[in-house]
């Protein structure tokens, strides 16, 4: 696809935190209402075999921005005041559009460190390197993940609201650097100071608005967010970053990142006993809310028939994540969330090699040009970078996210062909070829029996419940190879597919 200057689209990525396959009523969702998603669907074109890259988040999310799977920089899931996991001299998706003449943005939870390894973030000062070193021109950032410490937004280089009186430090031990910073009770030693709920494992360091974090945070009370108001926070910086685009000559390129339905949810008072499956069903209600006003923005400001929208998750579904916040578990060959499955049809959800992990959903939208309907193409998030690449014309070096391959005739709904085979990640790494997944035999531990390769035909089987390692050992035999050939690879997937 050729496009003028003119023609380039606005691309708005709405990402959504541990949302499942099964959590959009387009996916399957009986028991928590999704309108705004609904609407979206219609419009859009749904993939029902869309992943992301990892069945974690900061995997997922290096993957999706550098275009490089997260096991290869042993990129997992970060602690507070972990430094910056993406190299500033990488190319990255908002660096793209920056090489396409876009202005990039990106709002809501980062999770993908700040700082320099071995020097640490000076929370008081100039917060970097961020976001802004590795393409964003603005950022409005909950800078790790909102279980986590230090509980501040981040407004590109400066932590908003930040009294100097009441300095801001992060540490590993209850103890305070400095005896003028503001002493947050220890949830270790005072569960009665989670107020608002309680952990239920780990998630009880630093408590914080009534709710127990991990790690320690000392000082910045008038910074702290609001938890219950975050997502009108997120959305209303997004409403005023849209608006400020109209009459520029620059496309932009806006990554919205929320928090829902990520823990510790805590929906806005207005959303919560919308749903009856406690905290995360409301948590999911506030999302498609969250969603509506951001498409509803970018109509208002005129730029809906030419802004390329994509809907999707970092992550499958999980329950009980650290916080007793009223989520029923079901313990069956499936965990459930009385009576409602976030991960729809397939097996497992966050942390888990299953599909559940990483098949979420997956909606692309751009009225003028993409035709609304269903794709049953295999799409990874991993491969958007390369796909701009394309339809911007932006030409990729042979190291640069090479692990992203240019599906864009599959995104655009040009055709039916998705990709041939791709890598899934968890604590282990599965193969996906065809209708076939392939998950290898797990090292045995000193005492305890290791797991058996595991073989399932998705076309029949999509619960993954029936292995067929024993009855199609030649099947598992290429797979095996080839998930090892990809994994151990030095010049990435794109380059061993070629």
């Not at 029949?460 to 030649?474: F, R, S, V, Y």
């Amino acid at each position: 696809m050729t496009l003028t200057a003119a023609d380039r689209p606005n691309v708005v990525i709405i990402y959504g935190d541990d949302v499942g396959y099964g959590d959009v009523g387009a996916y399957g969702s009986k028991m928590i209402p999704t309108p705004n998603l609904g609407k979206m669907v219609s419009e859009g074109l749904v993939f029902t075999d869309g992943h992301c890259s990892a069945a974690t988040c900061t995997p997922s999310r290096f993957s999706m921005l550098t275009g490089i799977h997260g096991f290869r920089n042993g990129v997992r899931i970060l602690p507070p005041n972990a430094p910056l996991c993406i190299a500033q001299d990488k190319i990255t998706l908002p660096k793209l559009f920056k090489k396409a003449g876009y202005t990039t943005a990106v709002i809501g939870k980062w999770h993908l460190g700040i700082g320099e390894r071995g020097t640490p973030v000076d929370w008081n000062g100039e917060v970097k390197p961020g976001p802004l070193e590795i393409g964003f021109d603005y950022s409005f950032l909950l800078p790790s993940t909102n279980d986590r410490v230090p509980c501040v937004y981040v407004v590109d280089h400066k932590v908003l609201n930040l009294d100097p009186n009441d300095p801001l430090y992060i540490t590993r031990t209850y103890q305070s650097p400095d005896e003028k910073s503001t002493r947050y009770p220890n949830g270790k030693t005072d569960r009665e100071a989670m107020t608002y709920y309680q952990s239920s494992h780990g998630h009880n360091q630093s408590v914080i608005n009534g709710i127990g974090r991990i790690g320690y945070m000392w000082g910045g009370k008038s910074a702290l967010w609001d938890d219950e108001t975050m997502a009108d926070e997120f959305v209303k910086q997004t409403q005023q970053y849209i608006a400020k685009q109209k009459g520029n000559d620059e496309p932009f390129f806006l990554y919205f990142a929320s928090q829902d339905i990520h823990v510790p949810r805590a929906p806005h008072p207005r959303f919560q006993g919308k749903t009856e499956l406690g905290h995360r069903g409301d948590a999911m209600v506030q999302f498609d809310w969250a969603t509506g006003e951001i498409l509803k923005a970018i109509k208002e400001n005129g730029f809906e028939d030419n802004t390329l929208v994509i809907f999707s998750s970092d992550n499958g579904p999980v329950y009980d994540d650290g916080y007793e916040d009223g989520t029923t578990v079901h313990t069956s060959s499936k965990e459930s969330d009385g009576g409602h499955d976030g991960s729809g049809v397939y097996r497992g959800g966050k942390y888990q090699i299953y599909e559940g992990g990483t098949r979420v959903p997956f909606v692309v939208k751009w009225p003028s040009k993409i035709k609304p309907g269903k794709s049953d193409a295999m799409m990874n998030q991993i491969d958007l970078i390369a796909s701009f690449a394309e339809l911007l014309e932006v030409q990729l070096g042979v190291n640069e996210a090479r692990d992203s391959r240019n599906m864009l005739p599959a995104q655009l709904g040009k055709e039916s062909k998705g990709l041939p085979f791709m890598l899934e990640e968890a604590r282990n790494l599965a193969l996906r070829k065809g209708d076939f997944k392939y998950i290898p035999a797990s090292k045995t531990k000193k005492g305890k029996k290791a797991p058996a390769a595991q073989l399932y035909d998705l076309s029949t089987d999509p619960g993954e419940q029936k292995n067929l390692a024993a009855a199609k050992p030649e099947t598992v035999k290429e797979l095996d190879a080839l998930l090892v050939k990809l994994s151990q690879s030095k010049v990435g997937v794109r380059n061993e597919a070629q």
